[in-house]
């Protein structure tokens, strides 16, 4: 089983920049596609970015596409998501989460099976 650790938020201004890390322990990271979601109060956790395994091939929500960059350091056994141009509606928890084994699609929360315990990102308009 992998364990996820996420970290690197804050409060930061409209039109900053914040840089998520989550860090895996256990085997096989980079046999597996991760993600990340958000979730603000009262909402439901919500698709934000995707990267798959060996190909590194990734996905983003509209919402974020050409603001936030995912990556990934198989040797650090490590994920990243760079954060650009925020605004107050990224305001939410961010979690990773990794994908043991592909059920046909990377959008949705239940598709995935560990996460992370969230890190708090606020953005002040």
């Known amino acids: 089983q992998v364990q996820l650790v996420d970290s690197g938020g804050g409060l930061v201004q409209a039109g900053g920049s914040l840089r998520l890390s989550c860090a895996a322990s256990?085997?096989?990271?980079?046999?597996?596609?991760m993600g990340w979601f958000r979730q603000a109060p009262g909402k439901e956790r919500e698709f934000v970015a995707a990267?798959?395994?060996?190909?590194?091939?990734?996905y983003y929500a509209d919402s974020v596409k050409g603001r936030f960059t995912i990556s990934r350091d198989n040797a650090k056994n490590t994920m990243y998501l760079q954060m650009n141009s925020l605004k107050a509606e990224d305001t939410a928890v961010y979690y990773c989460?990794?994908?043991?084994?592909?059920?046909?699609?990377?959008?949705?929360?239940?598709?995935?099976?560990?996460w992370g315990q969230g890190t708090q990102v606020t953005v002040s308009s």
């Open positions: 256990g085997r096989s990271f980079t046999a597996y596609n």
């Open positions: 990267i798959l395994r060996y190909s590194a091939n990734t």
């Open positions: 989460a990794v994908q043991t084994y592909y059920r046909g699609s990377y959008y949705f929360a239940a598709e995935y099976d560990s």
